[in-house]
Structures are given as structure tokens and as C-alpha cells.
């Protein structure tokens, strides 16, 4: 924004972070993390569990989306318009109800729980729509924007493949996880229905002040 530049090590997108054993919790203890935030449902909480608490580290469970998604039978060609239509339906859940947008982004914009973590289970999905919102209110381009959500593919298929409990072909998501295609129909989207990245968190709870916040915290310059 304005020349400036995103302060590295404040904010780690992850993929469930319960499943951290061993060396995984010694690298984890090295980035000084001081909170997890974690965005699955409670039926995911509770039949997953949590990453055991530590000391020098606060845990915030936020149900960033409730609904789970619908089943559908998809090509790797449906997989960008099939993404962003259900990050919109995230998106748009967020301006009702307790506002779970607008909790994750007090968090982020608070100086004292830096460097923070957030999860859900694959590391792509309310992770990648958090990122997103967040990269965008801090002025970064879509392409770019775009391109760090598209990353998430060489860390989810090998996750999302051994979920799988048959030999079968590969379902579409294995194919074509995170495609940079489904973030930019997702941004240029949300701008169509509220105006701007702005007016949405607006919309959806975040104050001017808050944005500021943000801001100051994670950005240089």
C-alpha cells in the first residue's frame, strides 16, 4: 500500500495444526509464535483435537464457516468457478451473525498476539479467504494475492491424498486444489457486491480504526 512493504514472520497460514508431532512442534517453537488461531467448525474441533497448548502461546477457536461445503460431482476445469462461489458464500456468511471476519481481524491487528498462526484442515480454503482479505486490505495486488493462495497446491494434494481411502482416479480437488483462477473470480466478485475490499470488511464488521491497526502492524514503511 502506498510503497509500502508486508512485514515478514508476523502471519503463518497452516494446514491443521494438530497433526504437529515431533521435529514439526520444534520447528513450530522456533517461529515464536504467541497465538493460534483456529478456523475449523466444532465437529471438526472435536473429533480432530487441537494442538496441545504451550507456554508463551495464546489458542482462539473462530467458526469461520459453519456450513460444511455441498457435495459435487466436479471436473479440475470446475474447480476454479466451484472455489469461489462457496469463498463467497464464506464471505457473505460473515457479514451476519457474530461476525467471525471481523474476530479474526481484531486478532491480526493486535501487536501483542504477533506472530500469529491460523489454521483450518487443508490450509487452503478459510485460511486461503482470511489471507486474501487480509493481503488485499493491506494493498497487495490481486496477482499476487492470487499466486500465494495458488502455492497452497504443493503442500494440499499430498495432505488431501492420503485422506483418501481408495485406489480410485484422482477427485478434482486432488487435481486442481487452489487455483489462482478461483481467487481472482473470488476478489473481483466480492468488489461487485460491496463496492471495494474495504466496504466489505466494513460491512462485515471491521472499523476504520481496526483497519489502521492492522496496518501498523503488518506493514513496513
Excluded at 522456533?30 to 488461531?37: I, K, N, Q, S
Excluded at 475490499?197 to 489502521?212: I, S, T
Amino acid at each position: 500500500m502506498h510503497g509500502r512493504t508486508v512485514r515478514p514472520g508476523r502471519l503463518y497460514r497452516s494446514d491443521g495444526l494438530h497433526r504437529l508431532t515431533g521435529t514439526d512442534l520444534d520447528t513450530f517453537a522456533t517461529l515464536g509464535v504467541r497465538t493460534v488461531l483456529d478456523l475449523r467448525r466444532p465437529d471438526e474441533l472435536a473429533a480432530e483435537g487441537r494442538l496441545a497448548p504451550a507456554d508463551g502461546w495464546a489458542y482462539h477457536h473462530v467458526n469461520f464457516h459453519v456450513e460444511p461445503w455441498p457435495d459435487a460431482d466436479l471436473t479440475p476445469a470446475d474447480m476454479p468457478r466451484f472455489l469461489a462461489d462457496r469463498y463467497a458464500d464464506m464471505a457473505d456468511a460473515a457479514v451476519n451473525g457474530d461476525q467471525p471476519f471481523a474476530r479474526c481481524l481484531r486478532l491480526l491487528a493486535d501487536e501483542r498476539a504477533l506472530p500469529l498462526a491460523f489454521h483450518c484442515a487443508a490450509g487452503k480454503d478459510r485460511t486461503g479467504v482470511l489471507a486474501a482479505l487480509t493481503l488485499s486490505l493491506l494493498g497487495v495486488a490481486d496477482d499476487d494475492v492470487a499466486d500465494d493462495y495458488a502455492r497452497s497446491a504443493g503442500l494440499v494434494v499430498p495432505l488431501l491424498r492420503g485422506r483418501r481411502d481408495d485406489d480410485g482416479p484422482p477427485p478434482a480437488w486432488e487435481l486442481n486444489p487452489s487455483p489462482a483462477e478461483a481467487m481472482h473470480l473470488f476478489l473481483a466478485e466480492l468488489r461487485q457486491r460491496y463496492g471495494s475490499v474495504a466496504d466489505y470488511a466494513e460491512r462485515a464488521g471491521v472499523g476504520a480504526a481496526q483497519l489502521d491497526a492492522l496496518r501498523a502492524a503488518l506493514l513496513y514503511g
